[in-house]
């Protein structure tokens, strides 16, 4: 029952709705642009709605969880984000590889590119998971998880872009260390959290 009410609260079972967007005015130049959108909402069967949402042009993204499955290990990170640090104080986060993508370049380009950038490998392989929004409410950004598959001995103590101005300490940890952060609230940054629990799923991880 409440399976099926869940359903028919979806997207097949409701009125149809049209949505209305204008373009988009920016309000807001920096490493991502800011953009306000005026969004009109009309069902067919009531008045509609218009109202403003603000928006961070993000854009694509990857995000990468290098796995060295013959030492058990992941290869993270930890660097300072601004976010982390305005909302808990604690902005030395502990993350999987992530970065954008470039113009022109597809998702596992970048995956790639962002594995030597942050942690100083080269993927022996990579296998294309899934997207997901990290903020749907706030930013249009879409994030593409890759498992890349690593050896992390050769991990650097620490990498990054110097042109980006990134400094990023390189961890080798074991997978249940890694699950143990995870679950002690240690590890905050959600694609890190999405990921590792997806390998949880999956049966690496015990």
């Known amino acids: 029952m409440i399976l099926r009410e869940l359903v028919g609260a979806g997207r097949g079972d409701r009125e149809p709705r049209s949505i ?3 373009p988009p005015q920016l309000i807001g130049r920096g490493y991502r642009d800011y953009h306000r959108f005026v ?15 603000d928006v961070l042009r993000s854009g694509r993204v990857v995000g990468v969880l290098a796995l060295d499955p013959e030492r058990d290990e992941l290869v993270l990170t930890r660097q300072f984000r601004i976010g982390g640090h305005l909302a808990t104080g604690r902005g030395e986060m502990i993350e999987i590889v992530a970065g954008r993508v470039d113009p022109g370049e597809t998702p596992e380009a970048a995956a790639r590119r962002e594995c030597i950038e942050e942690i100083g490998l080269t993927p022996l392989s990579m296998t294309r998971l899934f997207d997901f929004l990290p903020a749907p ?10 498992l890349a598959r690593v050896d992390a001995a050769a991990a ?34 959600a694609p890190t959290i999405i990921v590792l629990q997806w390998l949880q799923l999956a049966s690496f991880a015990p």
């Open 137 to 146: 409410a706030l930013t249009d950004e879409v994030m593409t998880l890759f």
């Open 39 to 53: 969004v009109t909402e009309r069902p067919t069967t009531e008045a509609g709605t218009t109202f403003e949402r």
């Open 20 to 22: 209305t967007v204008s």
């Open 156 to 189: 650097p103590m620490r990498a990054g872009a110097s042109h980006e101005g990134e400094d990023i300490e390189v961890i080798r940890c074991p997978i249940s260390r890694a699950i143990d952060l995870m679950k002690r609230n240690e590890i905050q940054s």
